[in-house]
């Protein structure tokens, strides 16, 4: 099995905060894209404390952390299932905005890294990190159709006008 | 007595005077400053990107005070220092030089990425008014395209801020257009020289474009440009010909091109890259991706029948479309995932010497100009049947583009300028080694880039020499090699408790000559965050310094020399 997982935690995009001052600490969301609904997922970082990921307005899951150095932030992914908890995902994210919570990376777990991480290479783990973005895309072709559908109005207006003019 | 209103002449006149014209860059400073938020608050603890890469790119500009003239720096690649024969942009580093004293490598970066964007949508609405003679209002579509395009943002959030010294390029087509002038063709044929040599310097990549422009001038208005090519040779070719005898010059020094495949696929368009952007764009692709603006596609592809009966746009819509299917690089692909039809540019690529090609993706600066010249001169040729207050909404529609379509406002980073203070009580002239730790994501090799070239940043402001070398993305460092070493030592079995392991690491990190050891705690899992202090603390003594600023926790340690001297 080549990949086991693909794990995305990303930024949310929260406005209006101030940035502190520059040796200060930092809030991050972690996100957690394509999680089995049945499934049930904590992220724990390195002093220990946890939040549970849970559904976001845009059904992502999702946790929030205040207070991480501004760099970087060891954390762990772990899935609570009936036998108990199993580490998914284990390491240094690095973090690219102290103004805004941000966690951007991407990271895929194969057998061999499994292994040195002693992470279960756990098939049921199938995180749809190459997910495409829709939404986005959609959003994209209306607002393209939209131009498109103005400026040829005024390329209709054009040529009705040069033939007129043409003609008189 | 009232004096008249002024008619449309005189409003005229006034658009395209010198007060229309400091309007009209006015305008385009203000874009810049939406476009590149937080950019124009020039806040010193605050980088404005989203990789890695402004780091080095910093770190390059601080070497050029003393490493330009001999093309060597000192401060990483301890002791040897590191060949600066292959940089990404001489002109970013000669700015640097020219503004030492005055210009830090972050202001001038800064400043690039604040008014790169500003400068470039100035010459182009220039091009736009000489070429196809665009007037006012109308020529600032052709800015609005060139100047806050989806491949600048690129260039900001990668941190590669000297593609965003492009002015060059509307600049030297301009010149090359319309030709000699006044009967001076060798001026002007010398000013194409330096346009074009400024591109080459600006980076390799914006070369290439300048000499596709020209080709393509000469293609379209061949009395003109021949009178120029004998004044541009005499600039162009001594310039071009130091280029290629620096690039040739240690060869063994050339980026080793493990990944190419990797690095093609990130750097090429797929329809979905060229129409938005997306999150996944930004995690996974680098945030290499291109919108090309629909207002600027529609109007280009309305061109052949709006302007049919106007001559001169044809050659540059057609060095646009080239410019747009060179940019999917080896196919046409829908998405990264998708398959695709294969592109003749899969030749080029895989050329012996092409590895520059690999980026395909910047053939949309091509693109972004010539596009918005001949979307410029649609909307012109739309304007004179229709009533302006009609097509001004365009103007709306393309900055709606560059804002919103591009989205960089929303997807720049602040990230954090400043640097741990720990390195102030490193002994000066002797080489610090950082100590990062293994990273077990050696898949991507993500980590290993974030901490190489945030220890270049971090060299940048401490002064002291590092053993990291700055400039390869694919070469194991000596001070990869020596932080693994360390740690594999350190945090093995008997650990710290061995007095023949301690004593032959003294002895290598003698031998390498380290004046003090910088470890990174926040990098280590708590467990072995703790027993590579107290490994170190056995090995070098006790720490020299520690500081929480700077983004993270720094446990300086003596070198080795000091240690065996205590």
């Keep these: 099995m080549k990949a086991a997982s693909l794990l995305l935690c990303m930024a949310s995009l929260a406005h209006g905060q101030q940035a502190p001052p520059a040796d200060e600490l930092q809030r991050i969301t972690v996100q957690l894209y394509g999680a ?107 607002w393209g159709a939209l131009v498109l559908a103005y400026l040829g109005i005024m390329v209709v207006g054009w040529a009705i006008r040069s033939r007129r003019q043409g003609s008189a | 007595m009232s004096s008249p209103a002024p008619g449309p002449s005189a409003a005229r006149r006034w658009l395209h ?15 810049a400053t939406a476009f590149t938020w937080p950019a124009a608050r020039l806040d010193p603890h605050t980088l404005v990107t989203r990789h890695f890469d402004l780091y080095v790119t910093i770190w390059l500009v601080e070497q050029a005070i003393d490493g330009l003239p001999r093309l060597l720096a000192t401060g990483s690649a301890w002791p040897h220092g590191e060949s600066l024969v292959r940089v990404d942009s001489y002109l970013l580093m000669l700015l640097a030089w020219l503004g030492r004293g005055l210009l830090s490598g972050w202001l001038l970066t800064t400043l690039v990425t604040w008014l790169g964007p500003a400068l470039n949508a100035i010459a182009a609405e220039h091009c736009a008014r000489r070429v196809l003679a665009v007037e006012r209002p109308w020529s600032l579509m052709a800015g609005l395209a060139f100047g806050f395009s989806g491949i600048a943002a690129t260039a900001v959030l990668e941190g590669h801020v000297y593609f965003l010294l492009a002015a060059w390029l509307p600049l030297l087509l301009t010149t090359a257009w319309t030709g000699p002038a006044h009967g001076l063709p060798w001026v002007r044929g010398l000013l194409v020289g330096l346009l074009w040599s400024l591109s080459l310097l600006s980076s390799a990549y914006l070369g290439v474009l300048a000499t596709a422009l020209l080709i393509t001038a000469l293609a379209a208005r061949p009395q003109r440009v021949l009178r120029l090519l004998p004044g541009a040779a005499l600039v162009a070719l001594p310039i071009a010909a130091w280029y290629l005898w620096v690039f040739s010059m240690n060869r063994h020094h050339a980026t080793l091109e493990l990944k ?10 797929t329809v979905a890259t060229l129409t938005t952007w997306t999150a996944q764009l930004d995690t996974l692709r680098h945030s290499v991706g291109s919108p090309v603006g629909f207002t600027t596609l529609w109007l280009l592809l309305f061109a052949p029948l709006v302007l049919r009966s106007e001559r001169g746009w044809r050659a540059l819509a057609l060095l646009a479309l080239v410019a747009l299917l060179f940019t999917f690089g080896r196919s046409f692909r829908l998405t990264d995932t998708s398959g695709g039809l294969p592109s003749p540019l899969a030749l080029l690529v ?20 010539c596009g918005g010249l001949v979307a410029a001169a649609t909307l012109q040729a739309l304007a004179r049947r229709l009533p302006v207050a009609a097509l001004l909404p365009v103007l709306g529609l393309a900055l709606v583009d560059a804002i919103l379509g591009v989205g960089l406002p929303f997807r720049a980073r602040q990230a954090l300028a400043d640097v741990p203070s720990a390195y102030q009580a490193a002994p000066e002239g002797r080489p610090v080694l950082d100590c990062f730790g293994r990273s077990l994501d050696s898949t991507s090799g993500e980590l290993e880039m974030w901490t190489r070239n945030l220890g270049c940043y971090y060299q940048a402001h401490h002064g002291r020499p590092i053993l990291e070398l700055c400039l390869r993305t694919e070469v194991v460092s000596p001070r990869e090699s020596i932080d693994a070493g360390l740690g594999d030592a350190l945090l093995s079995h008997r650990g710290a408790d061995d007095p023949e392991m301690l004593e032959a690491l003294r002895g290598w990190l003698a031998e390498e000559g380290v004046g003090s050891v910088a470890l990174h705690a926040d990098f280590y899992t708590p467990t072995d965050r703790a027993l590579m202090i107290s490994g170190l603390e056995h090995l070098l003594g006790p720490p020299i310094a520690e500081s929480h600023d700077g983004g993270e926790r720094v446990v300086l340690f003596p070198g080795a020399s000091q240690a065996q001297a205590q």
Aim: aromatic letters at 10%; glycine letters at 8%.
């Design chain 2, 260 to 269: 190419p495949e990797l690095v093609l696929s990130m750097g090429t368009a």
């Design chain 2, 350 to 369: 895989s050329m012996p010497g092409a590895a520059m090609f690999r980026f395909p993706v910047r053939f949309a600066w091509l693109f972004q100009l």
């Design chain 1, 36 to 142: 089995p609904a049945e499934k049930s997922f904590t992220v724990e970082r390195e002093l220990g404390d946890r939040v549970p990921l849970v559904d976001n307005a845009a059904a992502v899951r999702e946790g929030v952390f205040e207070a991480v150095p501004a760099r970087s932030v060891q954390l762990r992914l772990l899935q609570l299932d009936e036998v108990g908890e199993i580490e998914l995902w284990s390491g240094l994210a690095m973090l690219t905005d102290r103004s805004r919570e941000v966690l951007a990376f991407s990271y895929q777990v194969d057998d061999q890294y499994a292994r040195a991480l002693r992470v279960p290479a756990a098939p049921s783990l199938h995180v749809a990190a190459g997910q495409e973005p829709v939404g986005a895309y959609r959003l994209a072709m209306g």
């Design chain 2, 17 to 31: 005077g010198p007060r229309g014209t400091a309007l009209v860059a006015l305008f385009f400073v203000l874009v």
